[in-house]
């Protein structure tokens, strides 16, 4: 096309045809300018189509590492649950004793050992890190997804902060107690004096202590847990 325009701008100027010559010499110079603008549009799709591909690629591998870590958490608060439940249970014993003394010896010593369990979160973080630490994140285009993918671990480490808390505590309140309260049977074994435990003011700080930080714990460990579902939606979204 540039060629046949080229042609007739030349036919003109040789025939004296000034005014033709300058119209198809625009001609020729838009249909220039044109080329180059579809090339630019061509290169700009290109480059969107690989960028939509590495997106997309890392929001897969996101969100598998995701719902790995929902699914674990589902499981520590699960877990929380329980000992918050056995907890709430010893504490009625401690208001008021005759209701543990109808209780068998087996029970409460299933509730003492549930009380205490205190199962750490252990997200597995090696394709979210990946992603901050290479700056993956500007390959996403949604916002809110790239903040919450960068403020998730913060999040995570508030979630952790009562199970740190009772961690660190536990050995020095709750292990003196039970050592205390530990008598040798005439057949050399050890139980526990369940009246004498009971009967402890060091063991009831212990039981509020834990009531009181576990609570907190499962608050902090459900507002993750909505956290990282909704991440899930919003990964869901951005890939269809």
């Known amino acids: 096309m540039i060629k046949f325009f ?4 030349q036919n003109s100027l ?10 198809y010499a625009i001609g020729e110079i838009v249909l220039v300018v044109l080329g180059i ?15 939509n591909i590495i997106e997309e690629s890392i929001l897969n591998d996101l969100k598998v590492e995701v719902e790995a870590n929902t699914i674990a958490l589902q499981a520590v608060i699960d877990d929380h649950k329980e000992s918050l439940s056995a907890t709430h249970k010893l504490l009625t014993y401690m208001g008021d004793l005759k209701k ?11 509730l003492l050992y549930i009380h205490q369990r205190n199962t750490t979160y252990d997200p597995k973080l090696g394709t979210l890190k990946s992603i901050i ?4 994140t500007e390959y996403i285009s949604n916002k809110k997804l790239r903040y919450q993918i960068s403020s998730l671990m913060d999040i995570i480490s508030d979630a952790n902060e009562s199970t740190n808390h009772i961690q660190n505590e536990r050995p020095l309140i709750l292990y ?3 050592f205390g309260v530990y008598e040798r049977q005439l057949d050399g074994t050890m139980i526990t004096n369940s009246q004498k435990l009971f009967n402890s003011s060091q063991f009831m700080y ?4 834990l009531k009181v930080m576990r609570k907190e714990g499962l608050e902090e460990e459900n507002d993750l847990l909505k956290y990282l579902q909704e991440m899930t ?3 869901d979204l951005e890939i269809k």
């Open 6 to 9: 080229r042609k007739i701008r």
């Open 14 to 23: 040789s025939e004296g045809k000034t005014g033709k010559y300058f119209k």
């Open 37 to 51: 603008l579809i090339a630019l549009q061509v290169n700009n799709w290109n480059e969107a189509q690989k960028i």
């Open 100 to 110: 543990m003394v109808n209780e068998n010896d087996s029970s409460i010593v299933a």
């Open 133 to 136: 630490n290479s700056g993956k």
């Open 176 to 178: 003196p107690v039970f």
């Open 206 to 209: 212990w039981l509020e202590y």
């Open 233 to 235: 939606k919003m990964i």
